[in-house]
Nanobody, 113 residues
Framework: QVQFVESGGGLVQPGGSLRLSCAAS????????MGWYRQAPGKQRELIAR???????YYANSVKGRFAISRDNAKNTVHLQMNSLIPEDTAVYYC???????WGQGTQVTVSS
């Protein structure tokens, strides 16, 4: 079963930027959509961005215009560029091909002054 390893999180001030990376243990070129999810303290995990195999993108309203998802099938990676970060973006971020698959450890993003 494919494994995903997320990285790039950290502590950032409001208004700052981070770029998250997700490395897959096998080729993602045959996968359909790949998504970034996040889980804030006390809340359920939610889908915030998704990119289809042919590059069509979806964003949750909460991140639209601030986040950008991309995928590199040749390198088996998915990225999430996060700009104009706000405290409400604080969460553990995960990537996955769908909610029914195994989850990685995630990467913590904390937005605070």
């Amino acid at each position: 079963q494919v494994q995903f390893v997320e990285s790039g999180g950290g502590l950032v001030q409001p208004g700052g930027s981070l770029r998250l990376s997700c490395a897959a243990s096998e080729s993602i070129s045959s996968f359909g959509a790949m998504g970034w999810y996040r889980q804030a303290p006390g809340k359920q995990r939610e889908l915030i961005a998704r990119i289809s195999r042919n590059g069509n993108e979806y964003y949750a309203n909460s991140v639209k215009g601030r986040f950008a998802i991309s995928r590199d099938n040749a390198k088996n990676t998915v990225h999430l560029q996060m700009n104009s970060l706000i405290p409400e973006d604080t969460a553990v971020y995960y990537c996955n091909r769908g909610e029914s698959y195994s989850w990685g450890q995630g990467t913590q993003v904390t937005v605070s002054s």
